[in-house]
């Protein structure tokens, strides 16, 4: 991976829908150029997935929080894990080293749909504890890793040049 890239996928992470000419101007490459570097970071992996980020207030879902899960014994993850995977307001899950076996990050309608979630949550097998924290707003909110090199790493350009 080189500085063009880098830049490439800084240009995607802001507007996914941008066109392949769109970012040829940008990092002034060739279209065909930049198609072809688009599709190595696909085949490797780089870039995972194209999506849409939807505003939940569009769906009335106004209401955030994070709850924390304690299971009984660990044996219980993977139905918990399968639970997780089937509820929509539930955005992220996340296995945690700590006091708490999990964290979900979650958005509801409402204080209502909320404890209906949560009694949904503790009825699960093996739900020993749950916590929840109601998220007040919002500070910053990243959908993926921003790629920049904090080390100072030199990326070697398409001209061989290196580059901080």
């Known amino acids: 991976m080189d500085e063009l890239d880098v830049k490439i996928i800084k240009l995607l992470q802001e507007n996914a829908r941008i066109t392949a000419s ?14 072809e570097r688009l599709k190595k970071l696909e085949t490797s992996g780089v870039i995972q997935q194209y999506t849409a980020i939807v505003n939940p207030e569009y769906f009335q879902k106004t209401l955030m929080a994070i709850v924390f899960i304690t299971l ?17 307001d539930i955005l992220e899950c996340h296995y945690l080293a700590g006091d708490f076996d999990y964290a979900l990050k979650v958005v509801t309608e409402n204080t209502s749909t909320l404890q209906e979630l949560l009694n949904r949550i503790k009825s699960v097998q093996g739900v020993q504890k749950t916590r929840t924290t109601v998220i007040l707003s919002t500070a910053k909110n990243n959908y993926s890793v921003i790629p920049e090199d904090p080390t100072g790493r030199e990326y070697t350009n398409q001209t061989g040049k290196k580059k901080k």
Not at 24 to 30: H, P
Not at 72 to 88: L, N, S, T
């Open 22 to 35: 769109d970012i040829a101007g940008s990092v002034s490459l060739s279209v065909p150029a930049v198609s």
């Open 72 to 88: 009984d014994r660990p044996r219980f993850g993977d139905i918990f894990a399968e639970f997780v995977k089937q509820q929509d």
